[in-house]
Nanobody, 114 residues
Framework: QVQLVESGGGLVQPGGSLRLSCAASGRSVSMYAMGWYRQAPGKQRELVAHITSDGGSTKYADSVKGRITISRDNDKNTVYLQMNSLNTENTTVYHC???????WGPGTQDTVSS
C-alpha cells in the first residue's frame, strides 16, 4: 500500500510563491504518473497538474498555466508543485494523486492573503 503525504503549504502574500512536496512511502512510485488536485470549500475538485512516470510530459489546467510547474524526483519518491504569482483564488487545499492506485494524500492548505 502506498501512503502520500503533502507538505509545504502555508500562508503567503499575493504574488508570492510556494513549493509543495508529496512524499510517497510504502512502495516506489517511479513507474506511475502522478498529479496534483485542488479543492476549495464548496467547489469541485480540480486537477491542476499531471506528470508522467519519467517526468517527460506534463499537463496543466488552463487556470494555472504559466504559474505552476510540476516535477518529480524518483530517487526521492517525491513529486513537487512549484506555484508562483499566487492570488487569493489559490487559497485552497492541494492533494497529491496517484491515479493508477486511486490514492490521494490528506492535502496541504495554502492560504493567499495580505
Amino acid at each position: 500500500q502506498v501512503q502520500l503525504v503533502e507538505s509545504g503549504g502555508g500562508l503567503v502574500q499575493p504574488g508570492g510563491s510556494l513549493r509543495l512536496s508529496c512524499a510517497a512511502s510504502g512502495r516506489s512510485v517511479s513507474m506511475y504518473a502522478m498529479g496534483w488536485y485542488r479543492q476549495a470549500p464548496g467547489k469541485q475538485r480540480e486537477l491542476v497538474a499531471h506528470i508522467t512516470s519519467d517526468g517527460g510530459s506534463t499537463k496543466y489546467a488552463d487556470s494555472v498555466k504559466g504559474r505552476i510547474t510540476i516535477s518529480r524526483d524518483n530517487d526521492k519518491n517525491t513529486v513537487y508543485l512549484q506555484m508562483n504569482s499566487l492570488n487569493t483564488e489559490n487559497t485552497t487545499v492541494y492533494h497529491c494523486w496517484l491515479p493508477d492506485f486511486g490514492y490521494w494524500g490528506p492535502g496541504t492548505q495554502d492560504t493567499v492573503s495580505s
